[in-house]
């Protein structure tokens, strides 16, 4: 399969830095840049828990760099096996602007975080000054 090669979508764009902004990601990447592998192979490979090792494969799959399939093994029990998509990444200004733009319009039937009301939101500086 021959790698994309233009420009991350702005929607896409900040799944994609995020993942590739972790070593153990970025192993994880190498290590499966010679051929697919399946998940208890690939935690022996890179000395990590499986668990561990699970939360980056779906850091990196929902990014659309990897692709895990799941499989019967000769002994019937099921084996996830994961392997490298191809890409290529090409990040351009307009890309940055418009992922910005993207970030800042707020969800339909979501409230922003800036919201007074909402959970967890900090409140600004006048608000806390009274």
């Known amino acids: 399969m021959e790698p994309l090669r233009e420009p991350v979508s702005p929607a896409r764009l900040p799944l994609v830095l995020a993942a590739l902004d972790h070593p153990q990601r970025l192993r994880v990447i190498a290590a499966l840049s010679e051929e697919r592998k399946y998940v208890s192979a690939l935690a022996r490979e890179l000395q990590i828990s499986r668990p561990l090792l699970y939360l980056h494969l779906e850091r990196l799959e929902r990014a659309g760099l990897v692709a895990g399939s799941l499989e019967l093994g000769a002994d019937g029990k099921a084996v996830k096996w994961f392997e490298l998509q191809p890409f290529e990444l090409q990040v351009t ?10 970030r800042a319009e707020p969800e339909a039937g979501m409230e922003s975080p800036a919201t007074p009301d ?13």
């Open 93 to 102: 200004a307009e890309t940055v602007i418009a992922a910005v733009a993207l």
């Open 118 to 130: 909402a959970p967890g939101s900090i409140p600004r500086k006048e608000e806390a000054e009274t």
